[in-house]
């Protein structure tokens, strides 16, 4: 399952997104660390197909993919070094595999900023700070322990060296481990240090309707190479409380081509290189997440270890063809169900049957 963690200095609109994501009730008071626990809420992708596959089978049930989201406390400068509750922030954003970063754009003076000025670049340098700082903590932490087995000319810790080594000159330039390419060796080392800024990140702008970019910000995530959305958080929690009508028709006269939070969680999707697969019949319709390039065996797990682990082969259609012809039995006609085997790629929209 995708999970997502919400982070932000205080009092940016963490907790304001993460209701609207969930619909949950979560602390969302006008004061800093109102949130100390991480709340986590299960949300369903948004997905046309599902419904349309549901209807096609006319299953009894349909589940969507879904992704975790984390509301996690506000960070602030210093966390690194156990300001606020930094430590146990950073520990928590150390689960999740993809960063929402909430950014404040909008002015307000009855809702106060952690630094009393609205100054967006800033909050995103400062919070990206405190990532690089813890973990220039660990990679430092990890060059010390492995000394000795370096010294005895070990090849393994030889290579590992090497890779903290880069991952530590680029942090002390002030860089983002996700900012370098890394070959597969290199990821593999880099994934058991679990570093919080190789994390993928969005950046959510939390606006009050503007829908323009300040140029300041325009420019760092065309040289970051970042995904961002402009978004007004307090909107959208507004509207999602209303019917799915009533809200679509406020989203109009508001000029809202789409509904933001859906907007939130394919970008999420998309940050974190996922796709969607379906499995369909009477008894339920379902989409399942998995990592683009994943193969059928890979993509079985996701629905039980028996699919990897006693795969056969799998029949495939995809989605659209398989709604297009109207029935599994034209599709055959067509030749448009395929048998594949353990090196198939699964692609996004496959509707599959695997044979163990």
Known sequence: MLSVGIVGLPNVGKSTLF???????VPAENY?????????????????RLQKLTDFSKSA??????????????????????????NK??????????????????????????HNAINPLHDIEVINLELILADLETVTKRINNIQKELKRGDEKTAKEYDVLKKIEAMLTTGKLVRMEDYNTDEQKIIKGLHLLSAKPILYILNTKGETQLPKELADFFEKEKAEYAILDIKTERELNDLSAEEGMGI????????????????KGYQILDLITFFTTGEDETRGWTIKRGSSAPEAGAAIHTDFKDKFIRAEVIGCSDLLEVGSYAKAREKGLVRTEGKEYIVKDGDVIEFKI
């Open 19 to 25: 209701n609207a994501l969930t619909k949950q009730s």
């Open 61 to 86: 049930k349909t589940i969507p993919a879904v992704v975790q989201f984390t509301d996690i406390a506000g960070l602030v400068k210093g966390a690194s070094l156990g300001e606020g509750l930094g």
């Open 32 to 48: 800093p660390f109102c949130t100390i626990d991480p709340s986590v809420g299960i949300v369903p992708v948004p997905d046309s």
């Open 89 to 114: 922030f950073l520990s928590h954003i150390r689960e999740v595999e993809a960063i929402a970063e909430v950014v404040r754009v909008f002015e307000d003076k009855d809702i106060i900023h952690v």
């Open 251 to 266: 989203r109009k006269e508001l000029g809202m081509a789409e509904v933001g939070i859906e907007m939130i969680i394919k």
